[in-house]
């Protein structure tokens, strides 16, 4: 099977930075695109970032010039560094990957359990 397990979340004041990664761990031939959404209450999920294997990136408008993501294709990690927060990045952040597994030799979305980012002061 395969995992996708965030870390680094928490409390941040405004203008504040904090980076938050993820692991994809399990029965894995290859991680193709990984990026990060986020819900906030009463919202649907949205995208925030996404970066593809080559490092091609691409951002929601609400967090260009803010937010930096990144990955290790060594490690199958992913990481969203987030600089000038805002009490609007307030949510539960998700990662997701479209992975090849070597469980059922097939690519499908995985997603993580979550991770809360409240910004407030």
């Known amino acids: 099977q395969v995992q996708l397990v965030e870390s680094g979340g928490g409390l941040v004041q405004p203008g504040g930075s904090l980076r938050v990664s993820c692991s994809a761990s399990?029965?894995?031939?290859?991680?193709?695109?990984m990026g990060w959404y986020r819900q906030a209450p009463g919202k649907q999920r949205e995208l925030v970032a996404v970066i593809t294997r080559g490092s091609y990136t691409n951002y929601a408008d609400s967090v260009k010039g803010r937010f930096t993501i990144s990955r290790d294709n060594i490690k199958n990690m992913v990481y969203l560094q987030m600089n000038s927060l805002k009490a609007e990045d307030t949510a539960v952040y998700y990662c997701h990957a479209n992975i090849f597994s070597s469980a059922d030799w097939s690519t499908r979305g995985y997603w993580g359990q979550g991770t809360q980012i409240t910004v407030s002061s």
């Open positions: 399990g029965s894995i031939n290859r991680v193709n695109d």
